[in-house]
T-cell receptor
């Protein structure tokens, strides 16, 4: 158990819908990361927050947004869903910004039908 | 890193034998950390080992060790005494760049341990 908690574990939704994925980082970790893993794909970095502020953006679509709350939990919002958004979405956390090990949650499986 | 390359999409090894997974990366950072993660069929990402680039000594964690060649930007993972539970995808990860710390992952190597 990495200490990073993600909910829901599985989600099936229809095209055009909106979903929210939730993440609680490890106790004491200030950085939260979101990654997307599609079938046959590696992990694609989406976005990073540190202590409530956005710090880095990767290949995140405009239909996707995220935030980190004062209690450090984070949410990833996915809207106008398309079939191609079906993937495993990982949240990860680390203590700081530089050099710290990144620990991953178990992921949220999103299936868009 | 702009690129992290794992040149072996699939590998297999006999149980109890040793296998080495390759990884090369490209980074402009001077001080950085490198990681190997394991993803078993459950799809959870599990940290295997971490290497600090400013340390010349290769990292070791039980049966797992790395061969880190900083000048060559090479970071291979050696698994000794392979066990059936080692069957998984293995991902190498390196820093993406300056500023906010994030990792770029390779495409992964699918390792099968054969009984």
């Amino acid at each position: 158990d990495s200490g990073v908690t993600q909910t829901p574990k599985h989600l099936i939704t229809a095209t055009g819908q909106r979903v929210t994925l939730r993440c609680s980082p490890r106790s004491g970790d200030l950085s939260v990361y979101w990654y997307q893993q599609s079938l046959d794909q590696g992990l694609q970095f989406l976005i990073q927050y540190y202590n409530g502020e956005e710090r880095a953006k990767g290949n995140i679509l405009e239909r996707f947004s995220a935030q980190q709350f004062p209690d450090l939990h984070s949410e990833l919002n996915l809207s106008s869903l398309e079939l191609g958004d079906s993937a495993l979405y990982f949240c990860a956390s680390s203590v700081g910004l530089i050099g710290n090990t990144i620990y991953f949650g178990e992921g949220s499986w999103l299936t868009v039908v | 890193a702009q690129t992290v390359t794992q040149s072996q999409p699939e590998m297999s090894v006999q149980e109890a034998e040793t296998v080495t997974l390759s990884c090369t990366y490209d980074t402009s950072e001077n001080n950085y950390y490198l990681f190997w993660y394991k993803q078993p069929p459950s799809r959870q990402m599990i940290l295997v080992i971490r290497q600090e680039a400013y340390k010349q000594q290769n990292a070791t964690e039980n049966r797992f060790s790395v061969n880190f060649q900083k000048a060559a930007k090479s970071f291979s993972l050696k698994i000794s005494d392979s066990q059936l539970g080692d069957t998984a995808m293995y991902f190498c990860a390196a820093p993406s760049g300056a500023g906010s710390y994030q990792l770029t992952f390779g495409k992964g190597t699918k390792l099968s341990v054969i009984p």
